[in-house]
């Protein structure tokens, strides 16, 4: 498993090979950069990244902004854009699809969820997925293309059920990359056949004479009937691991203690906000660890991830602490002050109690709701914000990087990569 901690994040960095990364990426043994759980949790910041990856490169190897990596950390930036103007909107389909809402079944049938469709590309990829909480971008499209597409299962009940099993699950990235798959948010709907996985996958994955080793012109018929294919799920599988709506016991998570802040000034940090504390906190500032309980009933984790936050929790303080918002709402009238670092999984809860910072971003704030990628990415590349630009300072070689201000016409993969990068 992944381990949580910032020297574990930093060593990653520093492996971060950009050449093959940009050369490799689509391949599921390809040189991915495996850093997106400690973004998601804030352990990383998207300029922290960048820049770490950048000064790592050898000098002739440098990173401009027109590199892949660049383009990648893009999704992530757009999706919070989208996410941040919309709001719960993502949570519905954002048009519809090849069929009408109805059409789709809810909940995710068990023969996928116990890895025993008989497809080996599904079944692997929900093995590695229950085993090592993550999965390579192409995976992941393939099994939500799968479930939606085939299976006629809605895209928002794949969402929630494979978000609770990831390490680095973000409600906008994941979501917003369901609803591309279904065409929800998208001109049409994202299919792949057998010939895709075998060019991405090892082959234990190769699914040659199943219902995918056809042409992409009958799974695009197949997509836009009500109908789902003919299943045969083999007898055994894999045991689901169960979602938790609280911290197992032993990451030592306790009740509030008022007594503690009366009159204190208060750093929250919380499952999306991981990171090094700010150097300018006072010397007598409590650090406290907040867990809300109403965020988890609505989404629970698998025990690797809660183990993933709490133990990078517990390197920041050793208050740790889970309660309703009601209760942390009460607990905190009597202290001084209470900041933290601002994160939409949360916000709404937060700001009741709460002052929030923002979150060091990588990319300008685009004040208009933009409707695609390619708009967006127009938009902050006019203007490079100094996160960026210093990120991408000039290479040990005292050369200046070339700027971002005319990214390419086409920036790469029309796919979105649901884990950033």
Partial sequence: MVAPTLAAAQARLAAVDARAYARTRNALDGAVTGLSPWITHGVLTLPQVLAGIAAAQPADQRIDGQHKLVFELGWRGYFQHVWSHRGDAILRSLHEGPLPDGAYARGVPLDVREARTGLPVIDQAVRTLY?????????????????????????????????GHLLDGDVASNHLSWQWVAGTSSHKPYLFNADNVASHAPPAWHSPGTVLDVPYELLDRIARLPR??????????????????????????????????????????????????????????????????????????????????????????????????????????????????????????????????????????????????????????????????????????????????????????????????
């Fill in 131 to 163: 085993a090592t909480g993550t999965l390579h971008n192409h995976a992941r499209l393939w099994l939500a293309s799968y479930l939606v597409h085939l299976r006629k299962v809605h895209w928002r009940s794949g969402a929630e059920w494979l978000i």
């Fill in 228 to 421: 789902p294919v003919p299943t045969q799920p083999l007898p055994q599988g894999v045991e689901e691991p169960p979602l938790l709506s609280s911290p197992p016991a032993a990451l030592e998570f306790t009740s509030p203690d008022a007594a503690l802040l009366q009159g204190r000034d208060i750093w929250l940090v919380h499952p999306w906000a991981l990171g090094d504390l700010p150097a300018e906190l006072p010397a007598d500032t409590v650090v406290l660890g907040l867990v809300v309980n109403e965020v988890h009933n609505l989404r629970p984790w698998s025990a690797a991830r809660w183990q993933f936050v709490g133990q990078r929790m517990a390197e920041l303080t050793p208050h740790r602490w889970r309660a309703t918002a009601r209760d942390w709402r009460q607990v905190l009238q009597g202290a001084r002050s209470v900041q933290t670092t601002g994160n939409l999984h949360l916000q709404r809860t937060l700001d009741t109690f709460a002052t929030s910072r923002p979150a060091e971003a990588l990319f300008p704030e685009v004040d208009r709701p933009c409707t695609s990628f390619s708009q967006w990415w127009t938009r902050v590349s006019r203007a490079p914000s100094p996160a960026l630009l210093a990120a991408l300072a000039p290479s040990r070689s005292g050369e200046p990087h070339e700027s971002i201000d005319h990214p390419p016409a086409r920036p790469g993969d029309r796919r979105p990569r649901w884990h950033r990068p």
